[in-house]
């Protein structure tokens, strides 16, 4: 007997097919294996974006490159980010609500059972879990406050700063050759203190009386004075807004509900929460395994680094022109200081990510070859801008002038990002001869700094021009073509059964 079967029957029972196959994937697996508890290396510690402890993986040589044959530094400008700090107040109310989190996914476990069969937390990571609670004496009245940890920063920086530059920092203190300032806020006054107990011993702080004035914080935060718009760096159609939509993250949030037992996906804020708590536990005390971590892979950290490097990219970075310029008041006080003979030795400030960023800005340094986009974010895998290697907590901006007798130019620049040479145009190993300092950011000494920091600019052309750049990956495949893919197939398949019956 010759059965013929409909080629749209078949059609349809191997779509099913594949429906089934898909759903029973799904409910057995939605990510890789992993347990963090058992992980002694956790490379994902060192991309936790601009809360990444500055310490975590950084090489015992680090600072060598501050010591340069037949020449002696004689000044240092430096521009320090505070370092751990607690959350905001909107932050603490979110973050401590997290406790109903944990006890819906120890139920999942233990009470449900609806985890995952494949990518499901180890015990080890329950347990830990088990362990956390929000701690109660992190209140409103503790806005932001620097934390212990972020005080041990400051003061192990100021001790590697004096072993570094014992020319400059050997002295007593002596205010005609050292200049602090900071602005009026907890967080970059504590740094301060420690800053200056790690260069001159215990309690300098209480002697050396240098009050956050009034045009530090126009100095040093002048777009407190000439706001960004929110809408344009993170509003919904923003670049950071487009990727929060994406597919990736859509695909990280089923994700990680999936690992957590949830047969629903979270919502996106509470899988930022858990990040956040996770990055904020490690910043609080980096020797202590952060419970919160265990909800992610490393390779989810990767995903969940980039809205920030996007947020900050258009805020404060290479995303608008206007960043270039904010900091002009700023930049003539660094060409200042190193333009002239006189005192100070030394010119400390401590500050902000914001403040900090604009000045990379500024200064050319750390711009990518095209903007950063929503779209294109594993085209950007090896990206400059990324902010977890270049924005830590307690980050560090050094200039530091050279008097080199052997030279034809004397006189020499030598920039340093987080201890190591920053490399410029013009300039061999980040050192770099006065004259072409002088002349590269000369801008900055020609123009009405009032006038010129918060003149209006649109974002440059390329980020618009690039906007529809797709990446390599099959999730960017368009749908059309799936569609002929499957069709192919199905007929392929209808026309073996056929020629076998």
Request: hydrophobic content about 35%; overall charge negative; glycine content about 4%.
């Amino acid at each position: 007997m010759n059965i013929r079967v409909e080629p749209v029957l078949i059609s349809f029972i191997f779509l099913t097919l594949i429906q089934v196959s898909v759903n029973c994937q799904k409910s057995q697996t939605c990510c890789e294996k992993y347990c963090y508890e058992f992980d002694n290396v956790r490379p994902q510690e060192e991309f936790f974006s601009s809360k990444t402890s500055y310490f975590i993986g950084k090489h015992a040589d680090l600072g060598k490159d501050f010591h340069v044959p037949n020449c002696t530094p004689i000044k240092i400008w430096l521009y320090i980010r505070h370092g751990s700090r607690l959350p905001k107040t909107r932050e603490m109310k979110r973050l401590s609500q997290l406790e109903e989190l944990r006890d819906e996914i120890i139920a999942n476990y233990e009470e449900r059972n609806s985890q995952p069969v494949i990518g499901a937390m180890c015990k080890n990571d329950i347990d830990l879990l088990k362990t956390w609670r929000w701690d109660s004496n992190i209140t409103s009245e503790y806005n932001e406050y620097l934390t212990v940890q972020g005080w041990n920063e400051a003061k192990i920086l100021a001790h590697r700063y004096r072993k570094h530059f014992p020319n400059i920092f050997q002295d007593n203190y002596d205010e005609s050759k050292f200049i602090f300032r900071y602005t009026d806020v907890h967080r970059t006054e504590a740094s301060f203190k420690a800053f200056t107990e790690g260069l001159f011993g215990e309690n300098a702080s209480d002697y050396i009386l240098t009050p956050p004035m009034e045009e530090n914080k126009k100095m040093m935060m002048p777009y407190k004075f000439c706001p960004t718009d929110k809408e344009e760096t993170a509003g919904e159609n923003s670049e950071y807004g487009k990727y929060l939509k994406s597919e990736i993250m859509k695909q990280l949030v089923s994700d990680v509900s999936q690992r957590l037992g949830f047969k629903k996906p979270l919502e996106l804020r509470q899988v930022m929460d858990m990040y956040d708590m996770c990055i904020y536990d490690q910043s609080f005390n980096m020797s202590e395994s952060s419970p919160w971590c265990t909800a992610f892979t490393p390779s989810q950290i990767y995903d969940l680094e980039y809205p920030e490097d996007l947020r900050k990219y258009y805020e404060s970075g290479h995303g608008r022109e206007a960043n270039a310029r904010f900091l002009c008041e700023l930049m003539n006080d660094m060409l200042g200081h190193l333009g002239n003979n006189e005192q100070p030795k030394a010119v400390v400030f401590l500050s902000h990510s914001s403040s900090y960023l604009l000045l990379l800005s500024s200064l050319g340094a750390f711009k990518d070859s095209e903007p950063l986009l929503a779209d294109n974010y594993h085209r950007l895998a090896d990206r400059k801008w990324r902010l977890s290697k270049i924005a830590r907590l307690a980050s560090n901006f050094a200039a530091v002038k050279y008097y080199c007798p052997n030279e034809v130019e004397k006189r020499k620049v030598k920039f340093f990002i987080n201890e190591e040479p920053l490399e410029l145009e013009g300039c061999d190993g980040g050192m770099c001869d006065w004259n072409v300092v002088k002349d590269r950011y000369k801008i900055y000494s020609e123009v009405d700094c009032d006038e010129y920091y918060c003149t209006k600019s649109k974002t440059p052309t390329g980020a618009a021009a690039g906007s529809g750049t797709t990446t390599e990956s099959a999730a960017n495949v368009p749908s059309s073509y799936i569609f002929l893919f499957v069709t192919a197939l199905v007929t392929l398949v209808a026309t073996s059964f056929n020629a076998i019956f």
